[in-house]
């Protein structure tokens, strides 16, 4: 699967951006669809999760409430929107994709997922 991330920029403290990702090369509804985030100097941090049909999602509590992922079967594409934005939000984020396997939901940890986007920055100034 190859994933390529877009929407992402400058936004201020409070505002909102939704994020995209595009997928192909696979079958899209196979996959449950991941975002990450890293910061400079921190490591790799789970955002949320969509499963493979979008029926559900998991969130990261740091974004609980404020993020949302959906996803568009038919366009191949998931979406991150990112309401009430906050400096520590500012950091590249990646798309990801995993195969489902049994009992793996949600998949939260990076070595859980397949494929990665290349990532989109997202600035949030205060």
């Known amino acids: 699967v190859q994933l390529q991330a877009s929407g992402g920029g400058l936004v201020q403290a409070g505002g909102s951006l939704r994020l995209s990702c595009a997928a192909s090369g696979r079958t899209f509804s196979d996959y449950a669809m991941g975002w990450f985030r890293q910061a400079p100097d921190k490591e790799r941090e789970f955002v949320g999760v969509i499963s493979r049909i979008g029926g559900s999602t998991y969130y990261a509590d740091s974004v609980k409430g404020r993020f949302t992922i959906s996803r568009d079967n038919a366009k191949n594409t998931v979406y991150l929107q990112m309401n009430s934005l906050k400096p520590e939000d500012m950091a590249v984020y990646y798309c990801?994709?995993?195969?489902?396997?049994?009992?793996?939901?949600?998949?939260?940890?990076?070595?859980?997922?397949?494929?990665w986007g290349q990532g989109t920055l997202v600035t949030v100034s205060s």
């Open positions: 990801t994709a995993t195969r489902p396997r049994l009992g793996s939901w949600p998949s939260t940890l990076p070595d859980e997922y397949d494929y």
